[in-house]
């Protein structure tokens, strides 16, 4: 028999124990991140106290508290859009905006497939995933893109009439039930 047969045993002990810290340490880090995707993809209800009925015909009942700023804009891309905004300071790292623009089918090509080719170019890595958006009356196709700790939101809400609503969204990521309150609430008048 060997004489180092105790120190081989007292190291598999080690290496034992060493592997099972190891094993308890992936698990938790597996049920944080459980934990954390239902925290971040949880849907909280709505209770609107404003409602807004925009230049281009765009309604919405909105919380005012979550949305204090709601105005008509021009932005570069979007040409003249309803802004909501949760903030008038783009630099908070807070800060989340929504732009809602009216048009029709023939508006953009591919509203959702554009946008997120812009991004992608912009920012790298965005992987979209379709989100399950309802709107009376209308057919959604929706889909969220994960930018870094943010959320990109993009949706086409389409009426038998012909008209679109094009979305678009930026949320911080546990905030993404803001703006899917705020696309479930958009109806025309």
């Known amino acids: 028999m060997p004489k180092n047969l105790p120190s081989q045993d007292s190291s598999q002990q080690r290496a034992s124990k060493l592997l099972l810290a190891m094993g308890v340490i992936v698990l938790l880090g597996a049920l944080a991140y459980f934990v954390l995707t239902l925290v971040v993809n949880r849907r ?3 209770t609107p106290d404003t409602h807004y009925t925009a230049d281009n015909g765009i309604v ?3 919380e005012s508290a979550v949305w204090p700023v709601c105005e008509m804009a021009e932005d570069d891309t979007l040409g003249h859009a309803l802004r909501l905004a949760s903030g008038t300071d783009s630099d908070n790292a ?3 905006v929504v732009l809602f ?3 029709d089918a023939s508006t953009y090509e591919d509203y959702i497939g554009q946008s997120e ?3 992608k170019s912009a920012y790298g890595v965005i992987s979209p995933r379709k ?5 009376d009356g209308a057919t959604v196709t929706a889909v969220r893109c994960d930018i870094q700790a943010y959320y990109a939101v993009l949706a ?3 009426y038998d009439s012909g008209d679109v609503i094009y979305v678009s969204g930026l949320t911080k990521l ?5 703006i899917v309150n705020l696309v479930e609430s958009v109806s025309l008048s």
């Open 101 to 103: 623009q009216r048009g």
């Open 156 to 158: 086409t809400v389409e």
């Open 117 to 119: 080719s812009d991004l």
């Open 60 to 62: 919405l009942n909105y």
């Open 44 to 46: 909280t209800p709505a």
């Open 174 to 178: 546990a905030s993404i039930s803001d």
């Open 94 to 96: 807070n800060y989340q």
């Open 131 to 135: 989100v399950k958006i309802t709107v």
